[in-house]
C-alpha cells in the first residue's frame, strides 16, 4: 500500500492502493497488450509481415530473417511491458482550490513507485476542460523502487464555474516505442473559479449628513434582535458579560445579551433572469452583475454586516438564516463566493418570489443588480424598497453594453419610477468600475438624507 497522502491531498489512486500498469492476467490482459501497439509498431508488424512473404514468394531465405525480426521486435517489446508488473501510487494537490476568475492556480502531482522493479519510460497526463488550458502531459524517464517524482503545472480561467481535474493517467513505453500502455486512476479535484471582487471604498450608505433622513435611515439599516435575555456563550464573547445566575441555572455558560451591540443587515438582490440581459462572455453585463454583487458582498462581511444574497428565485445561499449569514466572515464568503461561482442565468421572468421574502425580512440595507425591466417588473421592484433603511440599485441596460450607445428612453422611465419609489439609482455603463459606481451611490445617498434632514426642519 502506498504511504498516506499529506493533509490537503487528494489522491489519485484506487482504494484499494496503488494499481499495476500492465493488463491483468489472462488472454484479456495480452490482448490489451498488444492493442497498446504504437504507430511504429504497428509498421514494423507489418513491414515484418511483408517481407516474410516476399520471401517465401522470392525464395529468399534472408529477406525472412529480415522480416521475422521487424514483426518479432515490437511482438517482444509488448510480451516485456506485459510481464513486467509495476505498481505505483499517485496524488494531486490543488493550491488554491478557490481562486478568482483571471487568476492561476497550481497544482502538483507526484507520482510513487511502490513496486521491487524500476520503472521503464513513463507519461504523466492529467486531464482538465479545455477553459483551464492545454492537457499537461510530463514525461518521467526512470523511477527506481521506491522513489517518487513531482510535477506540476497551472490552470487558469477567465470564466467562473466548478471545473473537475482528472482522472490522471499514466502511459508506460518500452524504450524502442513500439508499445504502450495507459492506466487511469478514479480520484479528482475539482477547482472553483469564483468572480472577480473589487475593492470598495469604506463609505456609508445609509447617510452621513446629520438630522431626521441619517437618523431614520441608519436606525433602520442597524435594526437588531431584542437582545434583553441571557444567551448561550459564543466563541468570542466578552467574558465580562457572563451571567453567572443563569450559568448556574441552566449549567453551560450564559451571557447577557442585552449588552450585545445591534448588527448591521445587508440584502444584496442579483437579477438573474435570461430575459433581463443580452450577450455573453466574461466582459457581458450580467456577468459584471455577478462581479459586482460578490464584491459588495465582501465588502459588507469586512465591515461586519450580516449579509443574505438573494436571487430573483428566492433563493440564497444554502445554510442561510431569515437575517443572513452572521457567522464567521472567511467561512461566510467562501459559501457565497461557491454559489457565485455557479450562478446562471434563471427561466424567471419577474421579482415576485423575491419580493416575498423581503416582506418577511427586508429591513437594513438592500443593494440590488438589476438588468433590463419592463413596465411590470419595474413597478415590482419599487414595491420591493418596502422597510429597507436605504436602497441602491444599479441598473445595467444590456443594449448599450452590447452597442455602445445612450441609455435608451424606456430606461430612464424606469428609473424615475424606482427613485421615486426611494431607490437610488446608478447607472451602470459598459465597464463600469464597481468602485466608483460604489461612491457615486454614496454621495447620491447623502444628498438624499440632506435633503430629508432640511425638509424635516422646514
Not at 502511459?171 to 475593492?199: I, K, N, Q, W
Not at 469604506?202 to 433622513?213: C, D, I, K, Q
Not at 449549567?251 to 430575459?275: A, F, K, N, W, Y
Not at 434563471?346 to 418577511?360: K, Y
Request: charged share 25%.
Amino acid at each position: 500500500m502506498a504511504t498516506p497522502a499529506a493533509p490537503g491531498d487528494r489522491r489519485a489512486d484506487d482504494r484499494d492502493g496503488p494499481r499495476p500498469l500492465e493488463g491483468r492476467d489472462g488472454r484479456g490482459g495480452l490482448r490489451a497488450t498488444l492493442g497498446g501497439l504504437t504507430t511504429r509498431g504497428r509498421s514494423f508488424l507489418a513491414a515484418g509481415a511483408a517481407a516474410a512473404v516476399c520471401a517465401y514468394v522470392l525464395g529468399q531465405a534472408d529477406l525472412l530473417r529480415v522480416g521475422l525480426l521487424l514483426a518479432g521486435l515490437p511482438l517482444i517489446c509488448a510480451g516485456v511491458l506485459h510481464r513486467t508488473r509495476y505498481r505505483v501510487a499517485t496524488s494531486r494537490r490543488l493550491t488554491p482550490q478557490r481562486v478568482e476568475a483571471g487568476t492561476e492556480a497550481r497544482v502538483r502531482l507526484r507520482m510513487e513507485n511502490v513496486s521491487k522493479l524500476p520503472t521503464g519510460l513513463l507519461m504523466l497526463q492529467d486531464h482538465v476542460p479545455y477553459m483551464l488550458g492545454p492537457r499537461p502531459r510530463f514525461v518521467l524517464d526512470r523511477v527506481e523502487a521506491g522513489g517518487r517524482r513531482e510535477v506540476s503545472y497551472r490552470v487558469r480561467s477567465d470564466l467562473r464555474g466548478r471545473f473537475p481535474l482528472g482522472p490522471l493517467q499514466l502511459r508506460l513505453s518500452d524504450p524502442f516505442g513500439m508499445c504502450e500502455l495507459t492506466r487511469s486512476f478514479s480520484a479528482y479535484d475539482t477547482l472553483t473559479v469564483v468572480p472577480r471582487t473589487t475593492a470598495l471604498p469604506p463609505v456609508r450608505l445609509g447617510g452621513e449628513a446629520s438630522g431626521y433622513g441619517e437618523g431614520r435611515q441608519r436606525a433602520l439599516a442597524l435594526a437588531g434582535d431584542d437582545d434583553i435575555i441571557p444567551r448561550a456563550y459564543r466563541h468570542g464573547d466578552d467574558l465580562r458579560r457572563v451571567h453567572w445566575r443563569s450559568t448556574a441555572r441552566y449549567g453551560e455558560l450564559m451571557v447577557r445579551r442585552e449588552e450585545q451591540p445591534q448588527r448591521s443587515h445587508c440584502t444584496v438582490l442579483l437579477d438573474t433572469r435570461r430575459i433581463g440581459y443580452q450577450g455573453s462572455g466574461p466582459d457581458s453585463a450580467f456577468e459584471w452583475a455577478v462581479s459586482g454583487a460578490a464584491s459588495v458582498l465582501s465588502h459588507m462581511l469586512e465591515r461586519g454586516y450580516a449579509v443574505r444574497l438573494l436571487t430573483d428565485t428566492g433563493t440564497s445561499v444554502p445554510g442561510e438564516g431569515s437575517d443572513g449569514h452572521t457567522g464567521d466572515s472567511a467561512e461566510t464568503a467562501g459559501l457565497m463566493m461557491d454559489t457565485l461561482a455557479v450562478v446562471d442565468h434563471s427561466d424567471g421572468a419577474g421579482f415576485s418570489r423575491a419580493s416575498d421574502v423581503l416582506r418577511t425580512g427586508g429591513d437594513g440595507l438592500l443593494v440590488a443588480f438589476l438588468g433590463d425591466l419592463d413596465e411590470e417588473q419595474a413597478r415590482l421592484a419599487a414595491r420591493m424598497r418596502g422597510r429597507a433603511g436605504a436602497a441602491v440599485a444599479f441598473l445595467l441596460d444590456s443594449g448599450t453594453w452590447l452597442t455602445g450607445g445612450a441609455v435608451a428612453g424606456a430606461v430612464e422611465q424606469r428609473t424615475r419610477q424606482l427613485r421615486e419609489a426611494g431607490w437610488t439609482v446608478v447607472h451602470v455603463p459598459p465597464g463600469g468600475r464597481i468602485a466608483d459606481l460604489w461612491q457615486q451611490a454614496a454621495g447620491a445617498l447623502r444628498e438624499t438624507a440632506a435633503a430629508d434632514s432640511y425638509g424635516g426642519w422646514a
